[in-house]
T-cell receptor, first 114, second 111 residues
Framework: DGGITQSPKYLFRKEGQNVTLSCEQNLNHDAMYWYRQDPGQGLRLIYYSQIVNDFQKGDIAEGYSVSREKKESFPLTVTSAQKNPTAFYLC?????????????FGPGTRLTVL | QQPVQSPQAVILREGEDAVINCSSSKALYSVHWYRQKHGEAPVFLMILLKGGEQKGHEKISASFNEKKQQSSLYLTASQLSYSGTYFCGTGEGGATNKLIFGTGTLLAVQP
């Protein structure tokens, strides 16, 4: 079955450590996205990529970094510069432009920084 | 700037109807609607495009008023399975290929 996988489902880290969240899709989609979800704030865009080896900052990119070396993979690194990293992180993909195509979401990773 | 959704929360009995509104301060090219169950990923419901017609999906339909930069989601004869948080995502088009999501509307359907 085609879909998006994120791992791990739960992640605990100590303050000051960098952590990388995995996102893989086998839908052959060109575009991929990372969102952060906090209670009462909906989904906020961190980074997005429309094609391999290219990505753009979203609305809350500070303290995060990404890479897009393969079409199917879009890992997100939460760095120590992110002031409040505890949140639910969702990865998504779409077949084309975000404004025209539905986004398929992965199951999410819940990150807790202690 | 995030689109504003109203109401923030609504409680229904099975069989009742509900309307969820999404309003933006910017000109829109598209509006997307998603539903998210607690602890799960959002699931796509429908897209409405500028110049398009009202969309329908079983007993869930939506409209898009481009001039007012507003969209409404209509849930008819609600079922228990409709419970969840509903998000609208607005697309401005042009060079900005991204959606801006609203803060969500929590819908609880009770027996």
């Amino acid at each position: 079955d085609g879909g998006i996988t994120q791992s791990p489902k739960y992640l605990f880290r100590k303050e000051g450590q960098n952590v990388t969240l995995s996102c893989e899709q086998n839908l052959n989609h060109d575009a991929m996205y990372w969102y952060r979800q906090d209670p009462g704030q909906g989904l906020r865009l961190i980074y997005y990529s429309q094609i391999v080896n290219d990505f753009q900052k979203g609305d809350i990119a500070e303290g995060y970094s990404v890479s897009r070396e393969k079409k199917e993979s879009f890992p997100l690194t939460v760095t120590s510069a992110q002031k409040n990293p505890t949140a639910f992180y969702l990865c998504a993909s779409s077949a084309g432009l975000a404004v025209l195509y539905e986004q398929f979401f992965g199951p999410g990773t819940r990150l807790t920084v202690l | 700037q995030q689109p504003v959704q109203s109401p923030q929360a609504v409680i229904l009995r099975e069989g009742e109807d509900a309307v969820i509104n999404c309003s933006s301060s910017k000109a829109l090219y598209s509006v997307h609607w998603y539903r998210q169950k607690h602890g799960e990923a959002p699931v796509f419901l429908m897209i409405l495009l500028k110049g398009g017609e009202q969309k329908g999906h079983e007993k869930i339909s939506a409209s898009f008023n481009e001039k007012k930069q507003q969209s409404s989601l209509y849930l008819t004869a609600s079922q228990l399975s409709y419970s969840g948080t509903y998000f609208c995502g607005t697309g401005e088009g042009g060079a900005t290929n991204k959606l801006i999501f609203g803060t969500g509307t929590l819908l609880a359907v009770q027996p």
